[in-house]
């Protein structure tokens, strides 16, 4: 057995009518559909819930839980901000662009474009404080097989030693 794609990610928001406006607005996402109870349809127990799905060109959906009885919502306080993210794809570098001033004359913080040698990316948060990256890939059919060659070898050292091995990095730049 082998997932053959990515059905859905789900994540929790703070209100669904706000992330259903922002992904409609900001990232031109198309609002597919809804599920709500008042049970939790695994367990039985009293959980209200709207469960919002976006659906992306390819099939998959991100979704979101409103959580109206349970805690606020928070973040691990220990993982650096930067680090739990939802990467998506976009066509274009134009794409990319253009997503990046639409976000900020919306008023949205965006950080970039970075080039990471395998993509152009840009970052900002979603009114949920959830950190989202648009992504234009660049990967070259050369550079991806340089880098599966030497992941295994990364792996190993990186187990080692909890340090960035740069001398297979620069292998890269042969």
């Given amino acids: ?10 994540y929790r928001c703070k209100d669904a009518k706000e992330t259903v406006d922002f992904y409609e607005k900001a990232l031109g996402m198309s609002y597919t559909f809804a599920v709500a109870e008042d049970e939790n349809p695994t367990t039985g127990e009293s959980a209200p819930f709207m469960h919002i799905f976006f659906q992306l060109p390819d099939g998959s959906h991100v979704a979101f839980f409103e959580l109206p009885e349970e805690n606020e919502m928070g973040r691990d306080p220990n993982t650096p901000e930067w680090v739990q993210h939802l990467a998506m794809d976009v066509g274009s570098l ?3 662009n253009t997503a990046k001033s639409r976000l900020e004359a ?3 913080e965006v950080v970039g474009p970075t080039d990471h040698k395998i993509c152009h990316s840009i970052y900002f948060f979603d009114p949920n ?3 989202l990256e648009l992504a234009y890939r660049t990967l070259s059919d050369e550079l991806a097989k340089k880098l599966h060659d030497i992941s295994a070898p990364m792996l190993e050292e990186w187990t080692k030693t909890k340090r960035a091995p740069r001398h297979l990095m620069a292998k890269l730049a042969e």
């Fill in 129 to 131: 404080g959830h950190r």
């Fill in 94 to 96: 134009d794409d990319l």
């Fill in 106 to 108: 919306m008023g949205v």
């Fill in 1 to 10: 057995m082998l997932p053959q794609s990515i059905h859905h990610v789900a």
